[in-house]
């Protein structure tokens, strides 16, 4: 038991630490991609400490809503993360770590952030609100079918138990496994406000929603609304690796160096997602917000094709 | 014994309803009535707790038709339902008693109230078809005279009139399925009913009429169209009664033909209840997320969450056609907690709305705003039950969804293709109905209590009372109960679920702290409390690191908006606005909504004009040709009368010789 909630913990911090690493990593390899430089993959988090530093600025009409919101959507971002699977299986809260659970905890801090956005009363914070709830109410259906596809491949709405079953030998290479994972990368990019659906490297865009929402913060309000935007892009990569590519992660009663094998492969996996991720925003351009529900659509069809194979026939 | 205390406290109610009535608009009966019937409530609640794991409790008066008398029983099923009436009842007297206060015409208000908690109890507890009937009219004709009582506001007439008439077509179909389950033999008492089982082809016109004639009141669409106009004509606590409480009255008829008077049914008759369900929950979100009147949206949210019951309760029915008991109780559990959980915040909802529309003297979104900082403890309540409503954990809305889904889950077990294609798509239509239902309430309480003032009134406006306050906080406190506590709920509910599905559910020692799990043997596990504890963990680990080395100095400065602050508030997004999106990917097709910009050239001063036009499909395509048949057939009939008193006789004889003809062929 004591060996669980240690395990848990170090799940927990590891999120928390890594998270604005995976973001520098994303950024760095996108500006190599366009022949800069680009600042170091640690800048995220001179610009987190920054911003922990300054005085915070908040307008007069604000009310407790919007000072209170900063810390429950990072502290639920934070809960969702560090409940994915990415070194142990063998960890406190993996009975908790339910699939619908999660994207409940996921959707609840959504729900703050876009009350957050509206209760100074401008222009952006409604614009950005407004547009948040509608890519998260199209891509919900495509969440739900998938936690579905994967309830009928491992039998199980657990986190664990799937990235468990998964990594068993006998699963081997299953169409409905490919086409959910092509879905919930899509819906992950989608989520997580990535080119084609949001860009997080723009501001005065007409076609902004994350950062439109959070124009009015600053200071450490800011700078928790960063870090669990860091936190919910390292929560669907870290779920993708677990469900998808769970092989590593310590099992049970693990020892040290199945641990620190567990941890280089998870950093791995990251870099390796965060480069793909690079990848396809350099070569992918923004969308039109009303062209995103075609796009979270196409996830949809992807999983519902999924479920659909997956009843027929076992095999799939 | 419980069902006699139960009986008098309904005898109690009608007596205060006459009292009321006596007392006219006094200044002291309006606390007087409410203070007794949040007594008899309470009453009729412990009833309702004893009965829950007790054996049926049966009484007979020898009222009503001579041969017949009046059967009352509670049952489970009864027992549950009765505390989700008097719960309800409970807090909405309670609210009432400050909420009342400020009503202009206490005397159009108070006989009617009593008079309709009466006829809620009098139908969960009725034992044969006469009085159940009755009481179901009772019920219905008091809360017309609710939804009326405001009668000088012309929109309110026009809700009574379309409400009495969709009341009447429930009962009229009500009343041949009663018939029908009586049978020739004319036995109606629910004993009898339940000992001859009909066939298989009356079964199924039973359930139908059943499923169209509660499911009018429960607003099922496209049957649901008086529901958000009569819901919030009523005053606001009768609106939390008729929207929280009389839909889920509706939801017991059918749970109590379907899953017990007319034995097995069969899976295809679950299968449309599944699909119905999912239109249902679709379609109300929808529509509330295009309202800009506050109630009305609740309203409409009724009409979701009633799908999203109904589907739970397809769900049982296939489960248990097709013998799979375990996945049927988890359905049934998961509709009933789902009754008492919707019970609890649509209340709460209502009632914060009342209370804002009590202080703006609007319900009008686009007036409001800012209410958060005038009115603190209502944005609360308000706030903490649009996150129930719209399924965020750790709150009890989302414990009943995630039952829903789970046995959604199961259903890749079921024999039928048919079933096993329809269920998922169907969860697929409930994850985005929550979802929906989350932007909606974004909406709804972003529109109503955040941003700048958008009037007067809502700049001025004062926190309601402390009696009000406390019904809503007893509400807000069960929500959250239930959510973190939720295995409290389904082992009380356990005796009513093993009532529909054959004892199917095993009855485990209460644990409050127990996780949910769907069937047994499950490794699915959901736990409020845990998901609680994290994210406290989770805040209090984030305020001690923002404590200890964060720079803690806040300044308040003017809005920074991108360097454009606009001064005035009508230039936040209103309502409309915020389901701008929603409506443009969703709306355009279902409800042909249309955007009409009137932009004056350069150099004109005139005023643009921007208009947004929808068009209701349930009105166009079911309601609208009905009623235009009934005026074309009444402008033919409109010659006959003004003919001549010859051509009257002549009529007469004629219609005198075709009825003999009739006789005389029939013999």
Known sequence: MSGMLVMQIAQTVLAVAVAPLLTGMVRKVKARLQYRTGPSVFQPYRDLSRLFTKETVVAHNASWLFCAAPTFVFAATWVAAAQVPTISFDVALSPAAELIALFGILTSARFALALAGLDIGTSFGGIGSSREVMIASIAEPAILMLIFVLALVAGSTRLTDIAFFVASPSVGLRISLLLAFVGLAMIAIAESGRIPVDNPATHLELTMVHEAMVLEYSGRHLALIELAAALKLLFYVSLISAVFVPWGIAPSGGTFVQYIIAMTLYLFKLAVAAATLAFFEISIAKMRVFRVPHFIGAALMLVLLAALLRLVSQSF | ?667
């Open chain 2, 1 to 667: 014994m419980l069902v006699a205390v139960t009986l008098f406290g309904v005898a109690l109610l009608l007596a205060t309803a006459c009292f009321a009535a006596l007392a006219g608009a006094r200044p002291w009966a309006s606390a007087a009535v409410y203070g007794i019937c949040a007594l008899m409530s309470a009453i009729g609640l412990v009833c309702a707790g004893f009965g829950i794991g007790a054996p049926p409790s049966v009484i007979s008066l020898p009222l009503g038709l001579p041969t017949i008398g009046m059967h009352f029983r509670i049952d489970a099923l009864a027992a549950v339902f009765l505390a989700v009436v008097d719960l309800g009842g409970l807090v909405a007297s309670l609210f009432a008693i400050g909420y009342g206060r400020r009503e202009r015409d206490p005397q159009k208000v108070l006989p009617f109230y009593p008079a309709f908690l009466a006829g809620m109890n009098l139908v969960v507890i009725a034992d044969d078809a006469f009085a159940f009937l009755l009481s179901w009219e009772f019920m219905s004709l008091m809360s017309w005279a609710l939804v009326v009582s405001h009668g000088r506001i012309h929109e309110n007439l026009r809700a009574g009139l379309v409400y009495i008439l969709m009341a009447s077509l429930g009962t009229l179909l009500l009343l041949p399925a009663f018939a029908l389950l009586a049978g020739s033999a004319g036995q109606f008492a629910f004993s009898a009913m339940r000992a001859h089982g009909p066939n298989s082809t009356v079964a199924l016109a039973v359930l139908s009429l059943a499923l169209i004639g509660a499911g009018s009141k429960a607003g099922i669409f496209p049957l649901h169209a008086w529901l958000p106009l009569a819901h919030p004509a009523a005053p606001s606590h009768v609106s939390a009664l008729m929207s929280g409480i009389m839909t889920k009255v509706a939801v017991y008829v059918f749970i109590r033909i379907a899953f017990d008077l007319v034995g097995p049914v069969d899976w295809r008759f679950g299968m449309a209840v599944i699909a119905v369900g999912g239109i249902t929950a679709l379609l109300g979100v929808l529509y509330a997320l295009m309202q800009h009147d506050l109630k009305r949206l609740l309203a409409y949210h009724t009409v979701e969450n009633i799908g999203i019951i109904f589907v739970g309760l397809g769900l049982a029915l296939v489960f248990r056609a097709d013998g799979m008991l375990a996945a049927a109780a988890l359905a049934a559990s998961a509709a009933l907690f789902h009754v008492f959980n919707h019970s609890l915040f649509k209340s709460l909802l209502f009632f914060a709305a009342g209370a804002v529309q009590n202080a703006t003297n609007t319900r009008d979104m686009d007036k409001l705003g800012g209410l958060i900082r005038v009115m603190p403890k209502t944005a609360i309540a308000f706030l903490i039950g649009a996150a129930a409503i719209s399924a965020l954990p750790p709150l009890n809305g989302f414990a009943s969804e995630w039952m829903v889904f789970q046995a959604i889950f199961l259903s890749s077990n079921l024999p039928q293709w048919g079933l096993r294609l329809l269920t998922p798509s169907c969860g697929a239509v409930l994850a985005l109905s929550a979802a929906l239902a989350a932007a909606c309430f974004v909406k709804a309480f972003g529109a109503t209590f955040l941003g700048r003032p958008r009037s007067d009134e809502a700049k001025t406006a004062k926190e309601t009372d402390k009696t009000s306050i406390l019904a809503m906080y007893i509400l807000v406190a069960i929500c959250v109960f239930a959510g973190i506590a939720p295995f409290v709920f389904i082992a009380l509910l356990a005796p009513a679920v093993n009532l529909l599905t054959a004892g199917a559910m095993q009855v485990h020692p209460l644990i409050p702290w127990q996780p949910l799990v769907p069937v047994a043997g499950s490794h699915n596990s959901y736990s409020g409390l845990v998901i609680l504890v994290c994210l406290i963990a989770a805040i209090a680990a984030t305020a001690l690191f923002v404590h200890l080395f964060a720079n803690r100095i806040t300044r308040r400065s003017d809005i920074w908006d991108c360097g454009h602050p606009e001064d005035n508030p009508l230039t936040q997004y209103t309502a409309a606005s915020l389901a701008q999106p929603i409506r443009r990917v969703f709306a355009s097709v279902l409800f042909h909504a249309r955007e009409t910009v009137d932009m004056p050239a350069p150099g004109d001063t005139r005023a643009a004009h921007f208009c947004v036009t929808m068009r209701d499909p349930a009105w166009d395509k079911f309601y609208v040709p009905p009623a235009k048949l009934v005026g074309y057939l009444a402008d033919r009939i409109n010659p006959l009368q003004y003919l001549t008193i010859r051509r009257y006789l002549g009529i007469v004889f004629l219609t005198l010789v075709l009825l003999l003809m009739v006789l005389a062929i029939w013999e």
